[in-house]
């Protein structure tokens, strides 16, 4: 099956920069889509398409593309970006693959 | 506003069935695919089924085809999801999700499906 790959946990300090990365050997050729989860909360969806950013999400969110490896990156990250982050793409079969996720931690 | 509402999770014993319900609002209900995605306690998210906008395609993950059976109800703004056969590791939070050009927009709150001894 299908499998995307994610970093468990990612650490930054508040003001910095963190990059979350997610691999998928048909990443080059599907688009990739990454949530955020807080606690006790549903998924919101943050960025799509690759780089396209969802209505409503700060600016300081991006994504970007090269290759198999999809990346999303917070600039200025502020306490309130602590939550769980969790890329998505297709298979084969145009199913959904979500990867196992990421635990972001603002120190 | 678009709201999707699901009930009907409960505590059950492994090998039982419960059909869960997802009522939406706020949109025009058989103008959009819905899917199914669920959690496990502490655990990522995994997709679990989809319909089409007349309930004429659907498809399922392989770890739940052939005990899940997913439909709607244009007329009720409701989808199903029936489960059988439930095991342990059917335990999480399952989410009614509609998508649109974006992809997987709006999700409901979920609820919280238990099967244990």
């Known amino acids: 099956s299908y499998e995307l790959t994610q970093p468990p946990s990612v650490s930054v300090s508040p003001g910095q920069t963190a990059r979350i990365t997610c691999s998928g050997d048909?990443?080059?050729?599907?688009?990739t889509y990454w949530f955020q989860q807080k606690p006790g909360q549903a998924p919101v969806l943050v960025i799509y398409?690759?780089?396209e950013r969802s209505s409503g999400i700060p600016e300081r969110f991006s994504g970007s593309s090269a290759g198999t490896t999809v990346s999303l990156t917070i600039s200025g990250v502020q306490a309130e970006d602590e939550a769980d982050y969790y890329c998505q793409s297709g298979d084969s079969n145009g199913f959904y693959v979500f990867g196992g996720g990421t635990k972001l931690t603002v120190l | 506003d678009v709201q999707l509402v699901e009930s009907g999770g409960a505590s059950v014993q492994p090998g039982g069935s419960l059909r869960l319900s997802c009522v939406v609002s706020?949109?025009?209900?058989?103008?959009?695919?819905i899917h199914w995605v669920r959690q496990a306690p502490g655990k990522g998210l995994v997709w679990v089924s989809q319909?089409?906008?007349?309930?004429?395609?659907?498809s399922y993950a392989d770890f739940v085809k052939g005990r899940f059976t997913i439909s709607r109800d244009n007329a009720k703004n409701t989808v199903y999801l029936e489960m059988r056969s439930l095991t342990v590791q059917d335990t999480g939070v399952y989410y009614c999700?509609?998508?649109?050009?974006?992809?997987?927009?709006?999700w409901g709150q979920g609820t919280l499906v238990t099967v244990s001894p």
């Open positions: 999700v509609r998508p649109d050009s974006s992809g997987l927009s709006f």
């Open positions: 398409k690759d780089t």
């Open positions: 319909i089409d906008r007349d309930g004429s395609y659907t």
């Open positions: 048909a990443l080059a050729t599907r688009y």
């Open positions: 706020g949109f025009t209900f058989r103008n959009f695919w």
